[in-house]
């Protein structure tokens, strides 16, 4: 992945636009990963009130952790685009720099805010026993996904298509991820369960 942005980015753009590139996939990575702490913490409980029969605990602990990463998201993403230039001043003196990244931040991190939306349902998956699903999932983003629009997109739009596959790729599997959360939803969580009386 990081090859074919970074390859795409020196053809299109050049040097100032790779640079650009690694400091926006730091804060990319100050957003995700705390989301991602919060969901694997959350697996085991998933996965003790699931092996216990507890449907109404997974749900309500699916809830919360879905309010919680989406809020998490959202709140994170908008203090991001607010915040465009001091962030970027953090990682460079320099100003060529500096106003790139800025312009360019809003569009990268464009769909980030529902992403913690997709990490919810991914960790939930993997907690309900669906490790072929989340990984599927996982690799949907960054892998099925982004590598392809990063390649495609620039002949369309040029240098800054390579920005916009960010928010294009986590939109698209963030709803796909929901899409297939809901239609197993009911299957994996009957409302109607002998253990759901179990830790009641």
């Given at each position: 992945m990081t090859i074919t942005l970074n390859t795409g980015l020196q053809a299109y753009g050049g040097d100032l636009y790779?640079?650009?590139m690694t400091i926006l996939t730091s804060v990319l990575?100050?957003?995700v990963m705390p989301i991602n702490g919060f969901t694997q913490g959350v697996q085991p409980i998933l996965s003790y009130c699931y092996g216990a029969g507890n449907n109404t605990r997974v749900?309500?602990?699916y809830y919360r952790l879905l309010a919680t990463a989406l809020a998490f998201s959202v709140s994170a993403c908008?203090?991001?685009?607010?915040?465009?230039q001091p962030l970027a001043r953090l990682f460079s003196p320099n100003q060529a720099l500096i106003s790139l990244t800025a312009r360019m931040?809003?569009?990268?991190?464009?769909?980030i805010w529902i992403f913690g939306a997709q990490l919810a349902c991914q960790s939930t998956f993997l907690a309900l026993g669906q490790a072929k699903v989340s990984v599927f999932l996982a690799l949907?983003?960054?892998?099925i996904l982004l590598v392809p629009l990063a390649m495609i997109l620039p002949r369309f739009f040029g240098v800054t298509g390579i920005y916009y596959a960010e928010p294009v790729a986590d939109i698209t599997a963030s709803l796909t991820t929901l899409a297939i959360f809901l239609t197993r939803y009911r299957k994996l969580l009957p409302l109607r369960e002998g253990g759901d009386t179990a830790a009641n």
């Open positions: 790779v640079g650009s990575q100050l957003i749900r309500q602990a908008l203090l991001s685009i607010l915040l465009a931040m809003p569009v990268f991190l464009g769909g949907l983003r960054k892998v």
